[in-house]
């Protein structure tokens, strides 16, 4: 177990030293600000907040709580769902709000350097003008560098791949204060450890990102979305499992259950029905390939008994949809003004979601509990979203929480998909890894010896 110093007003001096006095801030308003993210978990307030500006300060201020022993917690925007960016050790905590510039971008590499704290929403703004994308979208304005330490995914991941496999260099600051780089910018990579994807991931744990460089695609020609409401949640996935299975490729494949269809009916004036749904998009360079496509999946649809299908080519209409879908989550937040929500998010083979899906279904009905199911479906990928108001009502979520995470490790699946596994996920990491979590420890005590970086994260405790 390792022990920490506090932040001293010595330590609070040598940080305006390092990083200039308006980065560095003990005002308890930043420092509440700072507490928690977007997820169930309850808050703790760093003793500091600071906002380096570049990476040398981000190394230097690592070498001074290294040698001092003092947690630093990374920060983004705090749009994680498993705590991952709450300081539950105090200490420093580090924002990257300041350090979100485009570095450069290199368009005839199909490739941009960013620092850590820029929107992915921003950049793809940016990149819009060059008719470039970032793909990885988890709907919030993210930042890149809390993507590539959660290795965030989302509706695209379908077709494009999540953080991890849209990024080829990055630098990384290190616990002692060394700045190295990982990766490089060739695309084809086959030099020595692959340190770049042990960072990714690591959620903070082992260095901090100062710097990366992305992966781009161009934005595609023809895009088209479709709207496929069916009889039964289970028809749904079993259509997931026909689409991925048929090499139609997707962009985007993704389930709502009928609460939420009803939701968003309400909310967005969005044409949908109160019925499992399911939104795909699809993406093409000529039109007749993308009429082709809908074709295939229109067929596909109608032998799982759809009830009703809508294929869009309109911007406006495709837009409207993936808004209202981008939006299901504070939508479903507004509509229950005297709860708190708890999701949850596990991972299966395709070809086991439709088991998943059918479990989730028994052991909610089995205890009573109101859930709602919102999924990355062609990935495979479930949300469960568990409204609670009480004590009993959230033991009950958490149990159940269990009861899935168990069943998709059993199903050859993981404990998170996508948000990682931050506070509440550690607990399942024996279970999902055995003997290679042992190995994950060394790794971190070999980088990290003196535990400082995002102390309580990862690792189960106690
Ligand atoms: C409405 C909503 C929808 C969402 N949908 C999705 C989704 O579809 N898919 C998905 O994957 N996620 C989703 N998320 C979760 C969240 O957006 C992602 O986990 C995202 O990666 C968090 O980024 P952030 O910038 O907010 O980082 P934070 O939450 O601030 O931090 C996340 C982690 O990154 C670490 N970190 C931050 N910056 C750095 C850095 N520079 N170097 C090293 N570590 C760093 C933090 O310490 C923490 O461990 C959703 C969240 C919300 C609120």
Same mark, same amino acid.
């Given at each position: 177990?390792?022990?920490?110093?506090?932040?001293?007003?010595?330590?609070?001096?040598?940080?305006?030293?390092?990083? %200039?006095?308006?980065?560095?801030?003990?005002?308890?308003?930043?420092?509440?600000?700072?507490?928690?993210?977007?997820?169930?978990?309850?808050?703790?307030?760093?003793?500091?907040?600071?906002?380096?500006?570049?990476?040398?300060?981000?190394?230097?201020?690592?070498?001074?709580?290294?040698?001092?022993?003092?947690?630093?917690?990374?920060?983004?925007?705090?749009?994680?769902?498993?705590?991952?960016?709450?300081? +539950?050790?105090?200490?420093?905590?580090?924002?990257?709000?300041?350090?979100?510039?485009? +570095?450069?971008?290199?368009?005839?590499?199909?490739?941009?350097?960013?620092?850590?704290?820029?929107?992915?929403?921003?950049?793809?703004?940016?990149?819009?003008?060059?008719?470039?994308?970032?793909?990885?979208?988890?709907?919030?304005?993210?930042?890149?560098? %809390?993507?590539?330490?959660?290795?965030?995914?989302?509706?695209?991941?379908?077709?494009?791949?999540?953080?991890?496999?849209?990024?080829?260099?990055?630098?990384?600051?290190?616990?002692?204060?060394?700045?190295?780089?990982?990766?490089?910018?060739?695309?084809?990579?086959?030099?020595?450890?692959?340190?770049?994807?042990?960072? +990714?991931?690591?959620?903070?744990?082992?260095?901090?990102?100062?710097?990366?460089?992305?992966?781009?695609?161009?934005?595609?020609?023809?895009?088209?979305?479709?709207?496929?409401?069916?009889?039964?949640?289970?028809?749904?996935?079993?259509?997931?499992?026909?689409?991925? %299975?048929?090499?139609?490729?997707?962009?985007?494949?993704?389930?709502?259950?009928?609460?939420?269809?009803?939701?968003?009916?309400?909310?967005?004036?969005?044409?949908?029905?109160?019925?499992?749904?399911?939104?795909?998009?699809? /993406?093409?360079?000529?039109?007749?390939?993308?009429?082709?496509?809908?074709?295939?999946?229109?067929?596909?649809?109608?032998?799982?008994?759809?009830?009703?299908?809508?294929?869009?080519?309109?911007?406006?209409?495709?837009?409207?949809?993936?808004?209202?879908? /981008?939006?299901?989550?504070?939508?479903?937040?507004?509509?229950?003004?005297?709860?708190?929500?708890?999701?949850?998010?596990?991972?299966?083979?395709?070809?086991?979601?439709?088991?998943?899906?059918?479990?989730?279904?028994?052991?909610?009905?089995?205890?009573?509990?109101?859930?709602?199911?919102? %999924?990355?479906?062609?990935?495979?990928?479930?949300?469960?979203?568990?409204?609670?108001?009480?004590?009993?009502?959230?033991?009950?979520?958490?149990?159940?929480?269990?009861?899935?995470?168990?069943?998709?490790?059993?199903?050859?699946?993981?404990?998170?998909?996508?948000?990682?596994?931050?506070?509440?996920?550690?607990?399942?990491?024996?279970?999902?890894?055995?003997?290679?979590?042992?190995?994950?420890?060394?790794?971190?005590?070999?980088?990290?010896?003196?535990?400082?970086?995002?102390?309580?994260?990862?690792?189960?405790?106690?």
């Amino acid at each position: 177990m390792n022990s920490y110093s506090p932040v001293t007003p010595e330590i609070v001096e040598a940080l305006r030293g390092l990083l %200039g006095a308006d980065a560095v801030s003990v005002a308890q308003a930043e420092i509440e600000l700072h507490a928690r993210d977007q997820s169930h978990h309850a808050a703790h307030a760093a003793e500091v907040v600071i906002y380096p500006t570049t990476a040398q300060g981000v190394a230097d201020v690592l070498k001074l709580a290294n040698e001092r022993r003092i947690p630093v917690t990374p920060w983004g925007v705090g749009t994680g769902l498993e705590g991952n960016s709450i300081p +539950v050790c105090g200490g420093i905590l580090m924002s990257f709000e300041r350090m979100n510039k485009i +570095v450069a971008l290199h368009a005839d590499d199909f490739q941009v350097t960013v620092q850590p704290g820029i929107g992915h929403k921003d950049l793809n703004a940016e990149l819009a003008r060059f008719g470039l994308f970032f793909p990885p979208d988890p709907g919030a304005n993210a930042t890149v560098g %809390g993507m590539l330490a959660n290795n965030a995914a989302g509706i695209r991941t379908v077709k494009y791949g999540a953080s991890k496999d849209n990024v080829l260099r990055m630098q990384v600051a290190l616990a002692d204060g060394r700045l190295i780089t990982v990766g490089s910018r060739s695309i084809k990579q086959a030099s020595g450890y692959d340190l770049l994807h042990l960072i +990714v991931g690591s959620e903070g744990t082992l260095g901090i990102i100062t710097e990366a460089t992305l992966k781009l695609v161009p934005v595609p020609e023809h895009m088209s979305a479709v709207v496929a409401h069916f009889p039964t949640v289970e028809a749904a996935v079993q259509t997931v499992v026909a689409v991925r %299975g048929s090499g139609l490729d997707p962009a985007a494949l993704e389930f709502i259950d009928a609460t939420h269809a009803k939701m968003l009916r309400e909310a967005e004036g969005v044409d949908l029905k109160d019925y499992p749904t399911l939104f795909m998009e699809f /993406h093409a360079a000529l039109p007749a390939t993308l009429e082709t496509g809908l074709e295939a999946v229109r067929e596909i649809c109608a032998e799982m008994g759809v009830i009703d299908f809508r294929a869009t080519t309109d911007p406006g209409e495709r837009k409207r949809i993936w808004h209202a879908r /981008h939006h299901s989550y504070e939508i479903m937040v507004r509509s229950h003004p005297d709860q708190q929500f708890f999701i949850m998010d596990v991972a299966v083979p395709i070809s086991a979601y439709p088991e998943l899906i059918a479990f989730v279904g028994e052991v909610t009905r089995r205890d009573g509990a109101t859930a709602y199911m919102i %999924g990355h479906a062609g990935d495979g990928n479930v949300h469960v979203e568990f409204p609670y108001a009480s004590p009993e009502s959230f033991e009950r979520s958490m149990r159940l929480n269990g009861e899935i995470v168990m069943k998709a490790l059993a199903l050859g699946g993981t404990a998170t998909g996508e948000h990682g596994v931050g506070i509440g996920k550690a607990k399942y990491m024996p279970y999902e890894h055995g003997a290679a979590l042992d190995v994950m420890r060394v790794i971190k005590d070999s980088l990290d010896p003196n535990g400082i970086l995002n102390p309580g994260k990862i690792f189960p405790t106690g």
